[in-house]
């Protein structure tokens, strides 16, 4: 336990080292879904769309989209975060001193998922905040533990998609391409921007991805769609059952296979 | 646990695929080092002295062959060699260099289970022992490059290994800053806490002067162990001459010299050092004078006795320098 603490504690004084990283995860979903409703304004001619509310379930598309942007920072800072993190290490050279003692490299990518989940956690309170003084969100307190809820099962699923984007960097050292691939492929085949609906491809692959069910279930509590709440919740925690060892899995093989080829601290 | 050797190589090999070729980094490599011995690998750059500690210190797993490390085996107990082990290695970049020296301290004895009341103590002692108490607080990157390496000393030094694995320690540092590690090596870590140690470098001198026993080690394999006075007795000869030139010579100009038990060549900054050992070094001066003469100015001519690198040269045929390995006639 202590190892996970003082990763997280590490890992805290490295980002306030670099100010202006906080300040972009903060504005970036934001400044990212701006154009967006700049955009659907610009089609419809209004902030309502009855075609948008057909599939959605909710005419109101700033909400939509805010919130679809917002929860989203939590798969992204996954995909980069616990993806580079090891990466990192090789750049600061440490890696090799890492491995060289004798904690198990999960140790320090599940502190550096919690140390993730923390800080995506207050970033989407502050974002939330903003949304709700600026963009009219109405967000009552009998929503919180719900969303709570949904937030915990998606984050334990992403902690395995973090471990295989991590193995994913060890495995290939510049994953840069591979990671961006990956983020706009979660963009087509989740609801960050649209109601997948709008695709039977988009709906089918979408039924794979933990955010996907997160996302139905935010924008459900928050926004008062229809949702099956016990349907989502089993789905996703199926989801987290199957991921969560496969991550380990994948990671152990290319932790084993970069060991015999000597490719552990390779740039 | 109280085992005889404080680290067991057998056998070990380790290729790695270059291009589509299976290269030998590491080949058949036998070796004992006792409890307390402070051992040398010797070797230029490329002979394999890092993939052996690298397998010792589980980064690599050996493709035959086994290690043991404090009597665990490599490949059978992993985490109980790395609680036996103290890595260090030559250049900066192995600290967090946005974080102060205590906090990169206080981080790596996390990683090493060390209890939080022992940290505080170890970091104070250690900091004091490398005279960097006045820098505790201060950012890694503020640092020079000699207090860096100190400080990676420290972090080696943070949960006390009984065994230290030391790759190219002074590589990159100032002679001020090498002496106090050398120093540091031999009289605190070697002589005052009877660590185990296994020192790889390719500078003969640090060796010679910081060494119980050396292995030379040439393209993956041992090709000698022993003590550096013994290893220095293996050349018939008990002088060797230095020439200095001013040019550039080719180490092909030497190929029909007979009678030389060693020669080698070095070309820097526009002068060229010849080196050799001869059993009559008299009669053999005279020859390598007139070979050069016609292709170099020469400066000066000095005798002097044979070092750890001539026996190299004469055990192995390869010159040591520092960024290359260059064979010698």
Known sequence: ????????????????????????????????????????????????????????????????????????????????????????????????????????????????????????????????????????????????????????????????????????????????????MFEYILFLFTPIRYPVEVHPITRAVSALIPLTYALIALRGILLGIKFDFLKTSLLLLGIDIVIIPLGLYIFGWVEKRTKQRGTLAHY | MLVEHAIQITSLVKMFKKRGDEVIAVNGVNLKIDQGELFGLLGPNGAGKTTLIKCISTLLIPDNGTATVGGYDVLKKPLDVRRQIGVLTGGERSLYWKLTPVENLNYFAALYGVSRKKTKNRIAYLLELMDLTEKRNERVEKLSSGMKQKLSIARTLIHDPPILLIDEPTLGLDPTFSRFIRNFIKDELHRERKKTILLTTHYMDEADMLCDRVAFMNRGAIDAVDTPRALKQRLST????????????????????????????????????????????????????????????????????????????????????????????
């Open chain 1, 1 to 180: 336990m202590r190892v996970i603490f003082e990763e997280i504690i590490k890992d805290i004084r490295i980002l306030l080292a670099y100010p202006i990283e906080i300040a972009f995860w903060i504005i970036s979903p934001l400044l990212w879904a701006v154009p967006l409703v700049f955009q659907g304004k610009a089609l419809v001619g209004s902030l309502q769309s009855t075609p948008f509310g057909s599939l959605a379930g909710t005419s109101e598309y700033i909400p939509y989209v805010l919130i679809g942007a917002i929860f989203s920072t939590y798969m992204f800072t996954a995909v980069w975060s616990m993806g580079n993190a090891l990466r990192n290490e090789m750049f600061y050279g440490t890696l090799e001193h890492i491995l060289c003692s004798p904690v198990r490299p999960l140790y320090i990518l599940i502190g550096k998922g919690l140390y993730n989940s923390m800080f995506s956690t207050m970033f989407v309170i502050v974002q939330l905040t903003i949304c709700v003084l600026f963009f009219g969100l109405d967000l009552t307190v009998t929503k919180i533990l719900p969303m709570v809820f949904f937030l915990a099962l998606l984050m334990i699923g992403l902690y395995g998609v973090g471990f295989i984007a991590a193995a994913l960097t060890l495995l290939i050292k510049e994953a840069h391409g591979i990671l961006h």
């Open chain 2, 238 to 329: 008990e002088q060797v001459v230095e020439v200095k030139c001013m040019g550039t010579l080719e180490p092909d100009l030497f190929a029909q010299v007979k009678e030389v038990a060693t020669l080698s060549l070095e070309n820097k900054d526009g002068l060229a050092y010849i080196r050799m050992s001869s059993d009559n070094p008299e009669q053999l001066l005279p020859a390598i004078l007139d070979l050069v003469q016609n292709k170099a100015k020469v400066l000066s001519v000095h005798v002097a006795a044979p070092t750890l690198e001539d026996v190299f040269v004469h055990l192995t045929g390869v010159q040591l320098k520092d960024d290359q390995v260059e064979e010698c006639g």
